[in-house]
């Protein structure tokens, strides 16, 4: 399915495949004024798709806004995440590999 969202197309414009090598996970994003969608990483690979994934080995719950701040680099991942911006169930780890899997481009 094609992306609708802007602001998670733009995810897979950062992707920095050196540091998925090997990696085989399901990164699910649920997103109220936004959307559902999926991001795959397959060996150093990503591929965005919009809905729900069945066995996502991450889901991320956040507003738009939240994830654009985080894509701009005005809020790390991990600081949404204490200050309480986004809802994390499943892996925590890959939830904090984000910002290293995401981070090509963005300055902080």
């Known amino acids: 399915m094609a ?3 802007e602001a998670l197309s733009r995810l897979t414009e950062r992707f920095d495949a050196s540091a998925a090598a090997g990696m085989d996970e399901v990164f ?32 991320l719950a956040m507003d738009l806004d939240v994830l654009t701040s985080v894509l701009d680099g005005t809020f790390s991942g991990a600081q949404a995440f204490i200050f309480g911006k ?22 902080r």
């Open 3 to 5: 992306c609708q969202s």
């Open 28 to 59: 699910q994003f649920y997103i109220p004024d936004a959307g559902d969608y999926y991001l795959t990483v397959v060996d150093g690979r990503c591929e965005l798709c919009e809905g729900e994934h069945q066995a996502p080995s991450v889901t």
């Open 86 to 107: 986004v809802k994390v169930n499943g892996d925590m780890r890959l939830a904090t590999a984000l910002d290293k899997l995401f981070s090509r481009g963005i300055t």
